[in-house]
């Protein structure tokens, strides 16, 4: 077997010799990319089954229809991104090209997370094989089956002298960042992010970090209460709240809080029956790991439980569960949870919760529930976090048309759609001249003097462009 560093001397040697820049290339290996999602469904949704529980709408939606709509997106834009895209000039420059031209990095990295295993690193794929470049993909031991099943069809599918899978876990990730890569795309938690940033360093690698925290949902003015519970817990217990994007928590009055636990009782109920562990629709906790930390976080809680708070290990199953009276200190607060428990805090005022937002890190979503535009407004303009959404959850993540990923400790970089493309390029700043206007050229030129200086300052300006 090849180490890490024939690996990805093989893909820099291929990528060297140009084969995946052309246009037709690229949309080759994104038709392939298409046909393996398709041709391999079944055999997909048994592995996050295998891997997660998960159920088939859930899988249907989030792993395997948002990727290949990424790839139609991908294929129909790919034209127009390719494009040299012109810009503005000046008097000096009026007469030449002037352009920026997307080009491939070279040999990329991209590492997946578990909880998604199959859109995180297909998803990335797009954007980098659509911006021409060569890629290792890393998938996530913990989700094992999806891992192994990627692993054995991406060779089947795309060339194997381009796109390589890699699977191990730290051990063999920390051993592929020894390798010089011309950008990493990570997913996954903030601890590793340091490790995956620190790698990059060594070789001044470009990184993107797609990471997680915990990302409040606020609840002020008037809300259509039945729809507004549906919405929140859909989102929240969507592969049984291990999704990045989950609301980790909600920010509401004393009076809300009290008018929703009823309404969040009856939903659970709608959509899990009173018994979640037997509903086919409610999702598995990956590990005992997983499910061990959940539980001690829930043993830990100073808050009340008034929904759920069952669970079995044998069964990696963990009850939908509500929790009240939970302090900006309780254990639920100090890290995302990353599982279904969702802890709701009263407090007096649209205000106290905004200010209450801002003394945590800047989360991956915000999500603001009101029948006031105002209120949404307010929320939108006095809070930062990576993505934005109102009256809904998750939702804004899906358009390819907008950029998804973190700010501060919630990522940096973003991909999906065109945005992917943009960050597995480079814009390479273009300026092809000819011989023209060589008495104007000419003004740079020593033996210096004020007059020189004065109209080639003003031959700089946009302004100068007109009289042309
Ligand atoms: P994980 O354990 O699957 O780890 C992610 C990747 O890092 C894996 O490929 C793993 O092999 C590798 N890894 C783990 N330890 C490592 C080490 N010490 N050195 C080098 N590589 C190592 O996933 P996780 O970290 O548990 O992921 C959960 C986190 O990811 C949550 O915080 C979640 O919010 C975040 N997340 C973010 C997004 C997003 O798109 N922003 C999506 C999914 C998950």
């Not at 990493?184 to 620190?198: E, M, P």
Request: charged share 20%; with cysteine; aromatic share 8%.
């Amino acid at each position: 077997m090849d180490t890490h560093k024939q690996v990805v001397d093989r893909l820099r040697a291929t990528f060297r010799s140009g084969v995946t820049v052309p246009e037709e290339f690229r949309r080759a290996q994104l038709t392939k990319l298409m046909a393996m999602m398709k041709e391999n469904e079944e055999l997909f949704l048994k592995a996050l089954h295998k891997d997660l529980a998960k159920p088939k709408f859930e899988a249907v939606l989030s792993e395997i229809d948002i990727t290949t709509n990424e790839l139609h997106y991908a294929l129909s834009h790919l034209s127009t991104w390719m494009k040299p895209e012109y810009v503005g000039k000046n008097l000096a420059t009026k007469l030449d090209d002037c352009f920026v031209r997307r080009e491939p990095l070279g040999v990329v990295l991209i590492i997946g997370a578990w909880n998604y295993p199959l859109q995180l690193l297909i998803m990335p794929l797009v954007a980098a094989i659509a911006a021409g470049n060569c890629a290792v993909i890393k998938p996530s031991e913990i989700s094992s089956a999806t891992d192994s099943l990627v692993a054995e069809l991406i060779p089947k599918y795309l060339s194997q002298d381009c796109y390589t899978v890699v699977s191990g876990g730290a051990e063999e990730t920390q051993s592929l960042l020894k390798n010089r890569f011309d950008h990493i795309l990570y997913t996954g938690s903030q601890n590793v992010a340091r490790v995956i940033l620190q790698a990059a360093a060594v070789h001044l690698t470009p990184v993107t970090l797609e990471l997680g925290g915990k990302s409040p949902c606020l609840i002020f003015g008037g809300v259509d209460m039945a729809a507004a519970v549906r919405r929140l817990l859909w989102a929240k217990f969507f592969n049984a709240g291990q999704s990045c994007v989950a609301p980790d928590y909600v920010l509401c009055s004393p009076a809300t809080r009290d008018a929703m636990i009823p309404a969040l009782r009856e939903a659970l109920q709608d959509f899990y029956t009173q018994e979640p562990q037997s509903s086919p629709d409610f999702s598995r906790i990956v590990s005992q790991r997983h499910w061990s930390r959940l539980t001690e976080l829930l043993q830990k809680s100073n808050g009340k439980v008034v929904i759920g708070g069952e669970s079995d290990q044998q069964d990696k199953y963990f009850a939908p569960t509500v929790v009240v009276d939970v302090g900006e200190d309780d254990v639920l607060m100090q890290g995302e949870i990353f599982g279904p428990i969702l802890p709701i805090i009263a407090v007096e005022s649209l205000e106290e919760a905004i200010e209450f937002v801002n003394r945590q890190e800047k989360p991956l979503a915000l999500y603001a529930f009101s029948d006031e535009s105002s209120v949404v407004q307010t929320v939108l303009e006095k809070t930062s976090s990576g993505g934005f959404c109102s009256n809904d959850g998750i939702l804004h993540m899906c358009l390819p048309s907008l950029p998804f990923g973190g700010v501060g400790s919630s990522g940096f970089g973003s991909y999906h759609g065109r945005w992917g493309f943009e960050t597995f390029s480079h814009r390479r700043a273009c300026m092809l001249r000819g011989w023209f206007l060589e008495r104007l050229n000419g003004l740079r030129y020593p033996p210096y003097g004020e007059e020189r200086l004065s109209w080639l300052r003003w031959s700089a300006t946009p302004k100068s462009c007109s009289i042309l």
